[in-house]
């Protein structure tokens, strides 16, 4: 049973990580995080020890919550094909899944922090490389089980897969548009069907 200070600290995260995953860093005032929190400074300052270590609480929190939701769609039963037609669905209505969170953790973070905090930076890159690699373990999986041939290595093919994904995303998230997402989602099925699948 987590403790009242858990709980209060848990809430805090839960409340500000969509916040500061609109707004960015720099844009998030603690004004904004007082006001929906209903805390005061000093009790946000009691939980975290500067606005730093909030924010990277609040995105930690995001991409746990990304990180778990690939995780389910990538451990499927089925073969590896089976496997990326259950990512791909996932991003094909990935702009519903990160609705709560104000947006595309990665997408938002990486960007608004590359120039502002380096350690937001390192983080949102880290979230990457772990969703590259889940990727390219599923990839390799069926390599080895005779399921895929890659043109290109495992890890780099889950790059560009992943990449091809991240742009879709921006640009659906620039524009409004969700027929970026799909559309790009619809070609990657087909690219996986005739360049891959053996």
Same mark, same amino acid.
């Given at each position: 049973?987590p403790t009242k200070a858990?709980r209060?600290t848990?809430?805090i995260?839960?409340t ?8 960015g860093y720099?844009g998030t005032s603690?004004?904004d995080?007082? *006001?929906? @929190?209903g +805390?005061t400074?000093g009790?946000?300052?009691?939980? !975290? ?6 924010a990277? /609480?609040?995105f930690?929190?995001n991409?746990?919550q ?5 995780d389910d769609?990538?451990?499927? *039963?089925g @073969?590896? +094909?089976?496997k990326?037609?259950s990512?791909?669905d !996932?991003?094909?209505?990935y702009?519903?899944?990160? /609705?709560s969170?104000?947006?595309c953790p990665?997408?938002?973070v990486?960007?608004d922090?590359?120039?502002?905090n380096a350690i937001l930076?390192?983080a949102a890159n880290?979230?990457i490389?772990t969703?590259e690699?889940?990727?390219a373990?599923?990839l390799?999986?069926?390599v080895?089980?005779?399921?895929l ?8 093919f ?7 994904i991240?742009g879709a995303t ?10 970026y997402?799909?559309?790009t989602?619809a ?5 996986v069907k ?5």
């Amino acid at each position: 049973m987590p403790t009242k200070a858990e709980r209060t600290t848990a809430y805090i995260i839960e409340t500000v990580a969509p916040i500061f995953n609109k707004h960015g860093y720099v844009g998030t005032s603690m004004n904004d995080l007082t *006001e929906a @929190t209903g +805390l005061t400074k000093g009790a946000l300052y009691g939980n !975290f020890e500067n606005k730093e270590a909030l924010a990277i /609480a609040a995105f930690e929190y995001n991409s746990k919550q990304l990180l778990k939701a690939i995780d389910d769609k990538l451990n499927v *039963e089925g @073969t590896a +094909l089976e496997k990326l037609f259950s990512l791909t669905d !996932f991003y094909r209505h990935y702009d519903s899944f990160t /609705a709560s969170m104000g947006g595309c953790p990665v997408l938002n973070v990486g960007v608004d922090a590359k120039y502002n905090n380096a350690i937001l930076k390192a983080a949102a890159n880290e979230t990457i490389r772990t969703i590259e690699g889940k990727i390219a373990l599923v990839l390799e999986n069926g390599v080895k089980n005779n399921e895929l041939k890659l043109p290109v290595t495992p890890l780099q093919f889950a790059k560009q897969l992943y990449t091809m994904i991240q742009g879709a995303t921006a640009m659906a998230t620039i524009t409004g548009d969700r027929k970026y997402l799909i559309n790009t989602i619809a070609y990657l099925d087909v690219l996986v069907k005739k360049e891959i699948k053996k």
